[in-house]
């Protein structure tokens, strides 16, 4: 297939690329890079040994978007561009509801007027309502607390109302849980721009010696060691989680859950990155972040049942690519 993945660029989409490229699929990236760096396709192809096809595109300018689909014969779209720092979209929400909304709508726009209806979409575990038991599974109410968080609500109604008028439509909703790690070559990962608000990016860079100490985020949750429990699965995993959706696309709206099923603790995620990087990560107790919940973490089997996804990367595994990452790839990068 030739495959248009849109935030291409970006942590998931470089990932995917590289995953899509070794299994003989084609793709363009394009991206306004906001959030990454037109050099990831050059470590994209120094991984693959192919020719990756990149153009600086923002979704919003519905024109350009255009001559993308003129210019390729695309039978897929994997949609990864928007924005998703939740806290910016707290103070930001109409940069939030345009870029994400607005972008979504101009693609799908342009897709059904080249007569492309296959489309994977970059959800989120963000949209299961926090009074939903764990394992969350994909039939669970929706909800969301913040601007990010509707906007991926949003995007889901939008894409189950235009399968529903219009059944040549196939698409996938696929909700990620906590995706962390890097590419094994080092080459991508996540880099993102200042001080990091996620677990894993900011342990690394304690790690790193870059920023002193991690604040634990509470340690008095109803958990097995009381900080708040998350499905972490390694970018690789989910990268390929990507491609079986993809080979697997059937008519209609299907929605997955990408993660491991197991949930790590503040304190284990601290443990295994001090086994990675072989030394001791200073950290201390912090009141908890407003709006965390204590556990959240997947019910993967339908996406085992029914795309023979499962995943193979361990915690160890995913903080020894972190680390990789953040000593070679993330410093030759910045
Ligand atoms: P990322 O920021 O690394 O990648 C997103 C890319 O989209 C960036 O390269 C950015 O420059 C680009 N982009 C943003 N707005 C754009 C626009 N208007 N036009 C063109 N490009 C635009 O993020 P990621 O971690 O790779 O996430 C990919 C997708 O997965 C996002 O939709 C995100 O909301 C979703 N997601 C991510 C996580 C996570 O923890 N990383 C979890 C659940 C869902
Ligand atoms: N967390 C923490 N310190 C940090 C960042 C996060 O203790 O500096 C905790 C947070 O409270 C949550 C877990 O780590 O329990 C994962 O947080 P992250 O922001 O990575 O993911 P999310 O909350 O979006 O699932």
């Known amino acids: 297939m030739t495959v248009l993945l849109t935030g291409g660029t970006g942590f998931i989409g470089s990932h995917t690329a590289v995953e899509l490229l070794d299994a003989g699929h084609a793709v363009v990236l394009a991206d306004n890079y906001s959030n990454s760096k037109p050099s990831v396709a050059d470590r994209v192809t120094a991984i693959t040994g192919q020719a990756v096809v990149a153009q600086e595109i923002d979704l919003l300018d519905r024109a350009a978007l255009e001559r993308v689909f003129q210019e390729h014969e695309f039978d897929a779209v994997i949609h990864f561009a928007g924005l998703k720092a939740v806290g910016e979209s707290v103070a930001k929400p ?76 196939s698409v996938v909703l696929l909700r990620y849980f906590n995706p962390i790690g890097a590419h094994p070559s080092g080459l991508i990962g996540e880099d993102p721009n200042g001080i990091p608000n996620n677990l894993v990016p900011f342990v690394a860079k304690v790690a790193a010696g870059v920023l002193p100490e991690v604040r634990i985020f509470g340690d008095d949750y109803d958990t097995p060691d009381g900080t708040g429990v ?37 304190r284990d995620v601290i443990a295994a990155y001090e086994e990675a990087c072989g030394h001791a990560i200073p950290a201390s107790v912090a009141p908890r972040r407003p709006g965390d919940l204590a556990s959240v973490y997947a019910d993967p089997a339908l996406a085992a049942r029914e795309l023979g996804f499962t995943t193979e990367y361990s915690l160890l595994d995913m903080c020894r690519d972190s680390w990789h990452w953040q000593t070679t790839g993330a410093v030759a990068a910045a």
């Open 230 to 266: 998350r499905d972490y699965i390694h970018v690789m995993d989910l990268a390929r989680g990507h491609r079986l959706a993809l080979e697997n696309i059937r008519p209609g709206v299907q929605t997955y859950n990408l993660g491991t099923g197991r949930g790590s603790s503040v």
């Open 94 to 169: 109409l940069e939030y509801y345009t870029n994400n909304l607005v972008g979504t709508l101009n693609l799908l726009q342009c897709m059904r007027a080249r007569g492309v209806r296959r489309l994977v979409f970059s959800s989120s575990a963000t949209v299961y309502r926090s009074d939903n038991p764990v394992p969350y599974r994909e039939d669970y109410p929706t909800g969301a607390t913040n601007p990010y968080g509707w906007t991926k609500v949003m995007i889901e109604q939008q894409l189950r109302d235009l399968a529903a008028s219009e059944p040549a439509w």
